[in-house]
């Protein structure tokens, strides 16, 4: 009997069980995290002031990272397997590990880390109950690879919603004000409006196909795409054209009186209601709204660290389903939604850039130009070359150790000064601690795009793959809309850097353990990415198999 169990659980385990085991560890050690919690928790009231191990908080973030580290390690034993023999497909084809699934799984895990780390020592995290938090951020990480993993809409709307609900937790666990913030309520209502908008755009492509796997909406798609080529074609005079004609009357007769966008129609109009709902479930809330000001808020009322999350680890699990879908159901009708998409992503470019003109709190600077930054990823899709899918990739990559650095040092800073949040604050920062005026100067320069930087060869690529596809007007306006996004990062780093020393805060910053490893990790690759970029576009081109 138990050389039966034994031999089923083998085969699970190197079938199903194999496609989905990276997920499973996250959710295995969220559990025990949240155990451990508890447990601690209760040891800690019947022997107060007698663990100083407990007090100190540090088992929870250490299960958590152990969960990223096994489900990293998974990852990388499946890449290799995948190398040898394929992609492996489970669950009846409606999850896929591939090289796609790999890169930017191995991004959410690193980003999930990073804020671990930043989480361990941060003072505008509640200190009651910390393993409630670190076991979200674990669901949050497996949702998300969930969602590249997913290749069925159904499975792909569950593991969205899984996201959403980790992500409004995350922003309405109260921190140290014991408050739930208005931000995360936003959140809630703006997500629940995102996937009113998915579904009604994934019932018309289950309509138009009759099924949900990605493969075969694609091909109902592209056979509409057909018949409107043909439409077009018995359009012309010629001998083509009358071909056309006569094929369209003996196969499909009520096409002859269409317009040739009309197969098109119904496929643009889910593409629309997908995007957008997409946009308003992951990449723009709960950050959109102003100030409250009747009810005095000056910041979002989330921690740093989740900021930091929500902005850029839910930012890059929105473009990475969204590049799967464009490039898989909606890939032969390119030649029709790039116009939606550069429409989209100028705008989001355009957005971005003006609100931080007159903005002086730092996290909203930051969180308004990640808009921005995400915007510029999806102009390659405009181009969808090899070289632009090498840029999107890239530019991900390194933006994420980037903006990481970012938050690390304004986190550091908050703590010195519970009233930090403005530019203001950051004055004198040369004075009180030049190694951490250094490294902000270095990051900012990255997000500005100055070479020799990371984010210089990311903007670079893609202004580069916009030209080689013709899109050289869309291309310029990479380059001219990069002088306002330089003017509100560089405004950064000129108060860091010369202004003059602040009268409310003058301690040194000082750096704990973790916040230097995170540092050391996001200076190496914001130089190294840029001074030998070659590692790191090699990474690059994996995720789409080059």
């Given at each position: 009997?138990?050389?039966?169990?034994?031999?089923?659980f083998?085969?699970?385990?190197?079938?199903?069980?194999?496609?989905?085991?990276?997920?499973?560890?996250?959710?295995?050690?969220?559990?025990?995290?949240l155990?451990?919690?508890?447990w601690?928790?209760?040891?800690?009231s019947?022997?107060?002031?007698?663990?100083?191990?407990?007090?100190?908080?540090?088992?929870?973030?250490?299960?958590?990272?152990?969960?990223?580290a096994?489900s990293a390690?998974?990852?990388w034993?499946?890449?290799?397997?995948?190398?040898?023999s394929?992609d492996?497909?489970?669950?009846?084809l409606?999850l896929v590990?591939?090289?796609?699934?790999?890169?930017?799984?191995?991004?959410?895990?690193?980003a999930?880390?990073?804020?671990?780390?930043?989480?361990?020592?941060?003072?505008?995290?509640?200190?009651?109950?910390?393993?409630?938090?670190?076991?979200?951020?674990?669901?949050?990480c497996?949702?998300?690879?969930?969602?590249?993993?997913?290749?069925?809409?159904?499975?792909?709307?569950?593991?969205?919603?899984?996201a959403?609900?980790?992500?409004?937790?995350?922003?309405a666990?109260?921190?140290v004000?014991?408050?739930?913030?208005s931000?995360?309520?936003?959140?809630?209502f703006?997500?629940?409006?995102g996937?009113?908008?998915?579904?009604y755009?994934?019932?018309?492509?289950?309509?138009?196909?009759?099924?949900?796997?990605?493969?075969?909406?694609?091909?109902a798609?592209?056979?509409?795409?057909?018949?409107?080529?043909?439409?077009?074609?018995?359009?012309?005079s010629?001998?083509?054209?009358?071909?056309?004609f006569?094929l369209?009357?003996?196969?499909?007769?009520?096409?002859?009186h269409?317009?040739?966008?009309?197969?098109?129609?119904?496929?643009?109009?889910?593409?629309?209601?997908v995007?957008?709902?997409?946009?308003l479930?992951?990449?723009?809330?709960?950050?959109?709204?102003?100030?409250?000001?009747?009810?005095?808020?000056?910041?979002?009322?989330i921690?740093?660290?989740?900021?930091?999350?929500?902005?850029?680890?839910?930012?890059?699990?929105?473009?990475?389903?969204?590049?799967?879908?464009?490039?898989?159901?909606?890939?032969?009708?390119?030649?029709?939604?790039?116009?939606?998409?550069?429409?989209?992503?100028?705008?989001?470019?355009s957005?971005?850039?003006?609100?931080?003109?007159?903005?002086?709190?730092l996290?909203?600077?930051?969180?308004?130009?990640?808009?921005?930054?995400?915007?510029?990823?999806?102009?390659?899709?405009?181009?969808?070359?090899?070289?632009?899918a090498?840029a999107?990739?890239?530019?991900?990559?390194?933006y994420?150790?980037?903006?990481?650095?970012?938050?690390?040092?304004l986190?550091?800073?908050r703590?010195?000064?519970?009233?930090?949040?403005?530019?203001?604050?950051?004055?004198?920062?040369?004075?009180?601690?030049?190694?951490?005026?250094?490294?902000?100067?270095?990051?900012?320069?990255?997000?500005?795009?100055v070479?020799?930087t990371?984010?210089?060869?990311?903007?670079?690529?893609?202004?580069?793959?916009?030209?080689?596809?013709?899109?050289?007007y869309?291309?310029?306006?990479?380059?001219?809309?990069?002088?306002?996004?330089?003017?509100s990062?560089?405004?950064?780093?000129?108060?860091?850097?010369?202004?003059?020393?602040?009268?409310?805060?003058?301690?040194?910053?000082?750096f704990?353990?973790?916040?230097?490893?995170?540092l050391?990790?996001?200076?190496?690759?914001?130089?190294?990415?840029?001074?030998?970029?070659?590692?790191f576009?090699?990474?690059?081109?994996?995720?789409?198999?080059?």
């Amino acid at each position: 009997m138990l050389n039966h169990i034994l031999s089923a659980f083998r085969t699970y385990m190197h079938g199903d069980g194999a496609v989905l085991l990276p997920e499973m560890q996250l959710f295995l050690f969220a559990i025990g995290t949240l155990a451990m919690d508890s447990w601690a928790a209760n040891t800690s009231s019947e022997k107060l002031g007698t663990n100083s191990v407990f007090q100190q908080n540090y088992w929870n973030p250490a299960i958590a990272l152990a969960g990223t580290a096994f489900s990293a390690l998974t990852l990388w034993m499946l890449r290799a397997r995948i190398m040898q023999s394929g992609d492996l497909a489970g669950f009846h084809l409606t999850l896929v590990v591939d090289s796609y699934f790999v890169f930017f799984s191995a991004l959410f895990l690193a980003a999930t880390a990073l804020v671990i780390l930043l989480s361990v020592n941060c003072s505008t995290i509640s200190p009651v109950r910390q393993g409630r938090y670190f076991a979200l951020l674990l669901f949050a990480c497996m949702s998300m690879m969930l969602m590249v993993s997913a290749v069925d809409l159904v499975v792909i709307f569950l593991a969205m919603q899984a996201a959403a609900i980790s992500a409004y937790f995350l922003a309405a666990r109260p921190g140290v004000s014991n408050r739930t913030p208005s931000a995360a309520v936003r959140f809630l209502f703006s997500s629940a409006l995102g996937s009113g908008l998915v579904v009604y755009g994934f019932s018309l492509l289950y309509g138009l196909s009759g099924d949900t796997n990605i493969s075969q909406v694609a091909r109902a798609l592209g056979g509409r795409h057909n018949v409107a080529k043909v439409i077009a074609l018995s359009r012309q005079s010629g001998q083509q054209g009358l071909q056309m004609f006569q094929l369209l009357q003996s196969r499909l007769p009520e096409a002859v009186h269409w317009h040739a966008f009309t197969p098109e129609a119904l496929p643009i109009a889910a593409f629309m209601l997908v995007s957008v709902g997409m946009i308003l479930k992951f990449a723009v809330p709960p950050f959109q709204t102003e100030f409250n000001h009747a009810n005095g808020e000056t910041d979002f009322g989330i921690p740093g660290p989740v900021i930091l999350y929500l902005s850029g680890a839910f930012g890059f699990a929105a473009v990475a389903l969204l590049l799967r879908l464009l490039f898989t159901i909606f890939a032969d009708s390119q030649n029709i939604w790039w116009y939606i998409v550069a429409g989209m992503a100028i705008a989001g470019i355009s957005y971005g850039v003006l609100a931080t003109l007159r903005q002086t709190n730092l996290e909203r600077i930051i969180v308004y130009l990640s808009i921005a930054q995400m915007s510029y990823v999806l102009l390659g899709v405009v181009a969808a070359n090899e070289g632009a899918a090498t840029a999107m990739t890239y530019y991900l990559l390194t933006y994420l150790f980037t903006v990481t650095g970012v938050f690390g040092i304004l986190i550091a800073v908050r703590d010195k000064n519970t009233s930090a949040g403005a530019l203001n604050d950051l004055s004198g920062l040369r004075q009180r601690s030049p190694v951490t005026a250094l490294l902000l100067v270095v990051f900012v320069l990255s997000l500005t795009g100055v070479p020799p930087t990371a984010g210089f060869f990311g903007r670079y690529f893609i202004f580069h793959s916009l030209l080689e596809t013709g899109h050289r007007y869309i291309a310029w306006f990479v380059v001219v809309s990069s002088l306002p996004l330089a003017y509100s990062y560089l405004r950064i780093a000129v108060y860091a850097w010369r202004g003059n020393k602040s009268e409310t805060e003058s301690a040194a910053v000082a750096f704990g353990v973790f916040e230097a490893i995170v540092l050391g990790i996001c200076v190496f690759v914001s130089l190294a990415a840029g001074l030998y970029s070659e590692p790191f576009t090699r990474m690059a081109r994996y995720a789409f198999g080059q």
